[in-house]
């Protein structure tokens, strides 16, 4: 578990080293052309949300003794000209009943999503810069960086861990094993579909594409952590791709074996034990 914890420190470390470098870079007007157009539609996309917030609280509010006032229907109307005709066409006779409400909801849900699947696709389109920038910070800092400190990004640096060949600790792993954990683990592809879907699709279908390619990046992530945890040798499944393992030293740069002193192991070592004292009790007999 202290393995797994440190190697969750690590990774968090070194994912904020290259977010940072890639929103730096991309905040800068020189390298990112598409800077002011990005920053209009963000912020077209916050106000939208912040008004569909707004007009689902107040509604929300406004039904909870299951009727609305003409005060009430008249404050809510007055937050949104998107979303107003959606209860306009309910309150004719000046009620609104349980059914009205839930299908006031769902049509405000639907109408929403039709706003934010065109502002999160302007957004997208006007983010290329950044998803280039990331993908060459993540291939300079996982692949080159890793392969000249041998295997030791800033955050395995802090936490004493280093990437190593899972069968030679004294062989040099390769740029290709890099590669491959850093396809599994960092998500470049994930930012390369997006790429190509952004320049290549509408609104409704770049949404669509990037919301299943995310989450089977999800998935992945999840397999991932999974086998990590599971596995004696803690190692994940980019580590069984690229033939590598995690391997952690003390200050003295001595490797540490935390899964033959794990809670897992320890509780198989005693079946294990309970086991055979159990079959030689049954010999005796």
């Given at each position: 578990?202290?393995?797994?914890?440190?190697?969750?420190?690590a990774?968090?470390i070194?994912m904020m080293v290259v977010?940072?470098?890639t929103q730096?870079?991309?905040?800068?007007p020189f390298i990112?052309k598409?800077?002011?157009?990005?920053?209009k539609?963000?912020?077209?996309?916050?106000n939208?949300l912040?008004?569909?917030?707004e007009?689902?609280l107040?509604?929300q509010?406004?039904?909870k003794?299951?009727?609305?006032?003409e005060?009430?229907?008249?404050?809510?109307?007055k937050?949104?000209?998107?979303?107003?005709?959606e209860i306009?066409?309910f309150y004719d006779d000046?009620?609104?009943?349980?059914a009205?409400f839930?299908k006031i909801?769902?049509?405000?849900?639907?109408?929403?999503l039709?706003?934010y699947?065109?502002?999160y696709?302007k957004?997208e389109?006007?983010?290329i810069?950044?998803?280039i920038i990331?993908l060459?910070t993540?291939?300079?800092?996982f692949?080159?960086f890793?392969?000249?400190t041998?295997?030791?990004?800033?955050?395995k640096k802090i936490?004493?861990?280093?990437?190593?060949?899972?069968k030679?600790?004294?062989?040099?792993v390769?740029?290709l094993?890099y590669?491959?954990?850093?396809?599994f683990?960092?998500?470049?592809i994930?930012?390369?579909i997006?790429l190509?879907?952004?320049m290549?699709l509408?609104?409704?279908d770049y949404y669509?594409?990037?919301?299943?390619?995310?989450?089977?990046?999800?998935?992945?992530?999840?397999?991932?952590?999974?086998?990590v945890?599971?596995?004696?040798?803690g190692?994940?499944?980019?580590?069984?791709?690229?033939?590598?393992?995690?391997?952690?030293?003390?200050?003295?740069?001595?490797e540490?074996d935390?899964?033959?002193?794990?809670?897992l192991?320890?509780?198989l070592?005693?079946?294990?034990?309970e086991?055979?004292e159990k079959?030689?009790?049954e010999?005796?007999k």
């Open positions: 578990m202290k393995k797994i914890l440190k190697r969750i420190g990774y968090f070194d977010m940072l470098i730096c870079l991309s905040g800068v990112n598409q800077l002011d157009t990005y920053n539609y963000y912020q077209e996309y916050s939208a912040k008004e569909y917030s007009f689902k107040e509604l509010n406004s039904f003794d299951e009727k609305i006032t005060k009430e229907y008249s404050k809510i109307i937050i949104s000209d998107d979303y107003k005709q306009e066409k000046k009620k609104i009943t349980k009205e839930n909801n769902k049509n405000i849900d639907n109408h929403y039709k706003i699947k065109k502002l696709s957004v389109k006007n983010s810069c950044y998803f990331y060459i993540t291939i300079f800092y692949v080159f890793n392969y000249y041998n295997g030791e990004t800033l955050g936490f004493h861990l280093k990437i190593v060949n899972n030679d600790n004294n062989k040099k390769s740029i094993s590669i491959i954990r850093a396809i683990l960092y998500q470049p994930y930012y390369i997006k190509i879907c952004v290549t509408n609104g409704n669509n594409v990037t919301s299943i390619v995310y989450d089977i990046q999800y998935y992945l992530q999840f397999i991932i952590i999974l086998t945890m599971i596995k004696m040798d190692r994940g499944l980019h580590d069984l791709l690229a033939g590598t393992r995690v391997a952690s030293y003390n200050k003295k740069g001595e540490i935390y899964y033959s002193e794990s809670f192991t320890k509780k070592d005693e079946k294990v034990m086991k055979k079959l030689k009790k010999k005796t």
